[in-house]
């Protein structure tokens, strides 16, 4: 047969077996393919419901088409990338460059050649191709919809265009390219014949259905090419032989393969006990809100819940109570826990501990991975994903083998996450599955069945909302579940999040009827359910607010809390203000050891070494003696993320929500007899009708961060009329006292500020939904995809970039500025906005192949900015003050 004379993977010459046959390679991934979609799983099963198909007939369909993903590597074009001393293999022809990637010339050769293929029987049609078929097919969309996944396997989908076959296919004294495609897709159909759905084919609700689950398809399609380009269990083999033998041999090397990286077998969830088999404890006495979570009925289907309650009410702990019911009631196989912050997710790694496991039997081992890589905790399933394996051979600079991609994208501990049975991490990673990155449907593959739990949910700008809104329709649409954990949810966030849920279900939107505080709001087929809760008598906080109108105050009040032997923090709202407040503090605090600053400037390795000294000094198990005139000055990632408490708080004015938060830290563990709960608020003098510049004469920072004056003035307003932030009696007042407020409530003054940010708010709506894929429309080409940076989850007035820091040895070698620690790569990053990275001096030129050289060994260094400090005359870092833009600051 002519196929036996094309390669698929190559590597240097000389070696004992330089190549592996294109047949071969074809088959190894369609192995892969044909146990991950085996008939007895639930997304297989899932699938084949909603594609209306038997479980086996899907996978026979869709594992033929799996087995045609490389056939554009027939072309001579792609052949002529590797010259083997093995005669056997096609020559290359000089006149047939490689100007368009293999996955695009797999979709050049089909379209051109499918329709004369169904008719000569290379590919066996159940009965008679007649021309009303043919036409029908080929005026419907089926076939372009069934094959985009394939051909689209390096993640992202590829189009014919215009290419004709003349281009990159010869025809020769040798070979005939397009002839051997045709005769390996006519073998390898007699291995696995395709059950063709001639009716659904032809059926525009089926095509439909399709379209719709065609992403999680194509990241199903992208995880098998990876597995399946593994030489260390697909060894390089040119030997001869039937492709029905070495299809039994593949798919003994796939089993070894799934066996080996932990996807040979899901994990066996355990009917949730009750609290106590989780912590070994014989009494413990859940929460009002915790035995809501144990006794809500579980139904059938996709499910929502909605948890809001306040802090200390245990909504951690409920959201794995009904993620262990849901495990054990089929609906999912795993879970993300995704956070706002990667402080968040630290701090929620450290808390889950090996809680997961409790979920499962013991022999099933789940694997746990954190998913923005500073801390990973690493089980068998990363040593094996991750563990470095023979290179293949890059086939252009610019299109990487699928073991470089495969490499490349796992070095990224944040991605693996998806992957793996429970990951946690950032919302960020699971919004970048709806925007079109490369790789995107391997996110949605990752997602399909887990349990997608979102804390903080009420966080998110209006940009990150209208994306989440959409990754939930989504997730509801291909049968997951999620549980979102809130303690300040404004009524019309709850609703759009209901109404997401809903039209992923395909049901009539519903609003919320009930206005109570603590509820569980329960979404699934039929009516929603609104469960009012109570709440126990010692998460109930009243917390006293008085009010600062200069600095200068706040300064004087830190002292003063430090000589009486207490302990402070001052949440500011912006790291330059944070660092001004600290110097000043500094300067005059009886011992400066006792004054920490915490903010985002500082590299990843900085962040945990304050993070642990936080909590050494100011956590729940801090000692009086310790405690005694500690200050932290710090931004919002001390309230967003440790488990600390303080004697006495400041915070500038931020909108309603982000004070209860911060209050919420305040005397937050017992420690014996303390004054009253105070909140201290710095903020401009109370003006019944202020000015426009109300905020920005005395704050700039936060008039800059807080653009819509109103929501400081509207929380200025609503707490002045209460006195306190009494939770929960008083929740909804306070929210709705300022989310809740119409322009009629608003100063004249203030009326242009909201909208301009009412308008700026409905354009990042617009930005987002013009940035995200539109999912009903199936895996297809456009101009939107890029490779993956983590530019878009998130609207900000300039983009984001990943500054990684460097190092230079006395012997002048270039290091990562973490040395050699466990996921250097990972925590010598900060991440900075363009303009600030703009100011840091580019690496100077001598270092260029020592970087590149570092970002060879470190493959998440790809799209970082380079910084090395020593060599930057403007700009420093150090360890107790983090970035620095210049000498002046």
């Known amino acids: 047969m002519m196929y036996y004379h094309y390669w698929g993977k190559a590597q240097a010459k000389g070696g004992a077996v330089e190549c592996h046959l294109l047949p071969y390679h074809n088959l190894d991934v369609a192995a892969v393919g044909w146990l991950l979609l085996s008939p007895d799983r639930p997304l297989t099963q899932r699938l084949a419901a909603q ?65 004369a293929w169904f008719r000569d029987g290379t590919v066996q049609w159940p009965c008679e191709f007649t021309k009303v078929e043919s036409r029908a097919l080929n005026e419907s969309k089926a076939l372009a919809v069934l094959t985009a996944p394939f051909f689209g396997h390096h993640g992202q989908p590829v189009a014919a265009g215009t290419h004709s076959l003349d281009e990159f296919f010869a025809n020769d004294e040798h070979a005939d390219d397009v002839e051997a495609a045709r005769q390996f897709i006519a073998d390898w159909a007699k291995v696995v014949l395709p059950e063709w759905p001639v009716e659904q084919l032809l059926s525009e609700e089926w095509v439909y259905a399709l379209q719709t689950l065609s992403w999680s398809i194509a990241g199903w399609a992208t995880l098998s090419d990876w597995l399946g380009s593994n030489q260390d269990h697909f060894p390089y083999r040119q030997k001869r032989m039937p492709l029905a033998d070495y299809w039994k041999i ?70 794995c109570i009904l993620t262990q019911r849901l495990l054990a009631a089929g609906h999912g196989d795993g879970l993300y826990f995704a956070l706002p912050t990667m402080a968040t997710s630290n701090a929620m790694y450290s808390r889950l501990g090996n809680l997961h496991r409790r979920f499962y039997t013991a022999e099933s081992s789940p694997s746990f991975v954190l998913a923005h890589g500073a801390r990973d905790l690493n089980d068998d399933f990363i040593a094996a994903v991750a563990a470095p394996q023979p290179s293949d051979l890059d086939y252009t600079a610019s299109e990487l083998s699928a073991t470089s991609r495969c490499n490349q994208w796992l070095a990224d501990s944040r991605k693996k996450a998806l992957l793996a049975e429970v990951g946690v991490g950032t919302i960020d990673q699971a919004l970048m599955a709806i925007l079109p990155f490369r790789h995107q449907s391997l996110r949605l593959y990752g997602l399909a069945r887990k349990v997608l739990v979102i804390d903080e949910v009420h966080a998110y700008d209006n940009y ?47 609003k919320p009827q009930k206005d109570d505080f603590p509820l569980l709001t329960h979404v699934s087929q039929g009516q929603p359910l609104e469960l009012p809760l109570g709440s126990r008598a010692e998460v109930s906080r009243s917390v006293d607010i008085d009010w600062f109108t200069e600095e200068e105050q706040a300064i004087d009040a830190v002292l003063e809390a430090v000589e009486a032997g207490e302990c402070i923090a001052w949440v500011r709202n912006t790291v330059d203000d944070a660092i001004r407040a600290f110097e000043a503090i500094a300067a005059r605090h009886p011992d400066p050891e006792c004054c920490l600053l915490f903010h985002s400037r500082f590299a990843m390795v900085d962040r945990q070494r304050i993070e642990s000294q936080v909590i050494e000094r100011l956590g729940k198990d801090s000692t009086p003696e310790v405690r005694k005139g500690q200050v932290l000055i710090s931004t919002q990632v001390f309230q967003e993320s440790l488990d600390c408490d303080v004697d006495v708080m400041i915070s500038d004015i931020a909108p309603i929500d982000l004070l209860i938060q911060r209050a919420g830290r305040l005397q937050r563990h017992e420690r014996g007899p303390r004054d009253l709960p105070r909140l201290l ?43 306190a932030i009494r939770m929960p009696e008083e929740a909804r007042a306070l929210i709705e006292g300022v989310y809740g407020q119409g322009i009629d409530d608003i100063p004249d003054a203030l009326q242009q500020a909201r909208i301009e940010q009412g308008s700026i708010r409905r354009r990042s709506g617009s930005v987002a939904t013009y940035n995200a894929l539109d999912l009903k429309e199936g895996y297809t080409k456009s101009d939107q995809w890029q490779e993956e940076q983590e530019i878009g989850t998130r609207l900000m007035d300039e983009p984001t970039l990943n500054v990684v820091l460097l190092a230079c040895s006395a012997e002048g070698e270039l290091a990562l500025w973490a040395g050699d620690r466990w996921h250097a790569d990972m925590l010598s990053q900060v991440k900075l906005r363009q303009s600030q990275a703009a100011k840091l001096t580019p690496l100077p030129s001598r270092y260029e192949s020592r970087w590149l050289a570092l970002q060879e060994r470190y493959k998440a260094l790809k799209y970082t900015q380079p910084w090395l400090p020593s060599d930057d005359p403007d700009c420093g870092y150090d360890t107790q003050w983090g970035v620095r833009l210049s000498n002046k600051e």
């Not at 074009?77 to 022809?93: I, Y």
């Not at 939930?472 to 579940?481: E, I, P």
């Open 51 to 115: 594609l209306s198909l038997e479980p086996k007939a899907l996978r026979q369909l869709l594992v033929f088409w799996l087995g045609l993903h490389d056939i554009g590597k027939f072309a001579r074009s792609f052949q002529g990338l590797f010259q083997s001393t093995n005669s056997d293999l096609v020559p290359p022809v000089s006149q047939y460059a490689y100007t368009v990637r293999h996955d695009c010339l797999g979709d050049v050769l089909w379209q051109r050649k499918w329709t």
């Open 250 to 319: 593949a798919l003994a090397k796939a089993e070894s393969a799934l066996q080996e990286t932990g996807f040979n077998q899901l994990p066996e969830p355990l009917p949730y006990a009750g609290m106590a088999s989780w912590f070994g404890q014989q009494s413990i006495t859940p929460t009002p809100l915790q035995q809501a979570a144990e006794t809500v009925e579980i139904m059938d289907g996709p499910q929502l819940f909605i948890l809001e309650d306040v802090t200390g009410a245990g909504k951690t702990e409920a959201a």
């Open 464 to 510: 990150m909302q209208t994306l989440l809104s959409q990754l939930l329709s989504y997730h509801a649409r291909q049968g997951g579940s999620a549980i979102l954990l809130t303690a300040t949810l404004p009524r019309a966030m709850r609703s759009a999040l209901m109404a997401a849920w809903q039209t992923g279900l395909g049901q009539l939107e519903t």
């Open 681 to 723: 608020v710095l903020a401009p003098p109370w003006a019944d009708d202020p000015d426009e510049k109300w905020l920005q004469r005395t704050m700039p920072g936060t008039q800059a961060v807080y653009r819509d004056t109103s929501l400081s003035w509207l929380t200025h307003r609503v707490l002045r009329r209460l006195g």
